[in-house]
């Protein structure tokens, strides 16, 4: 091929392949931002399910969740270091946030420095102040927060 046989400049083509690279570039950067956005959704979720236990005033599914086990009652001895009765304690009606009527997943985050979980964070009831929920990212346990 020589100059002479080169294919003749088409502008249609090079605006078609200017849209699908920008086309491409933007698609890119959109799911990047999801992905941002929503990268602590699986601990929120769980804070979520717990607290809607909570709502409906069915402790023992918030025990469960608390210790991403829905079948705890086979295996009592295994969370005798936080026993149900002191999980009551915590989270019943007599707890610090008493009967929980309404509550808000607020937001998500990570302390500061490495950490192996997600501190999330819940308006319980309208309150000021807010509840804060540690979720273990391994295997989506529940504590309480150390910050």
Do not use: C
Not at 85 to 106: A, C, H, L, Q, R
Not at 113 to 123: C, I, K, L, R, Y
């Amino acid at each position: 091929m020589t100059l002479l046989d080169a294919q003749q400049y088409d502008p249609a083509r090079e605006r078609r392949r200017r849209i699908r690279i920008i086309g491409a570039v933007a698609l890119v950067l959109l799911l990047g931002a999801l992905g941002w956005a929503y990268r602590y959704w699986p601990e929120e979720h769980m804070v979520d399910r717990f607290f809607g236990a909570l709502q409906e005033k069915n402790y023992e599914a918030a025990y469960g969740i608390w210790w991403h086990d829905p079948d705890w009652r086979r295996r009592q001895a295994a969370y005798a270091r936080y026993s149900f009765s002191d999980f009551y304690t915590d989270w019943g009606p007599g707890g610090e946030w008493g009967v929980i009527n309404s509550y808000k997943v607020f937001g998500a985050g990570t302390p500061p420095g490495a950490s192996s979980g997600v501190v999330v964070e819940v308006v319980v009831n309208g309150r000021a102040e807010h509840a804060r929920v540690w979720v273990e990212k391994s295997d989506k346990r529940l504590s309480f927060s150390p910050y």
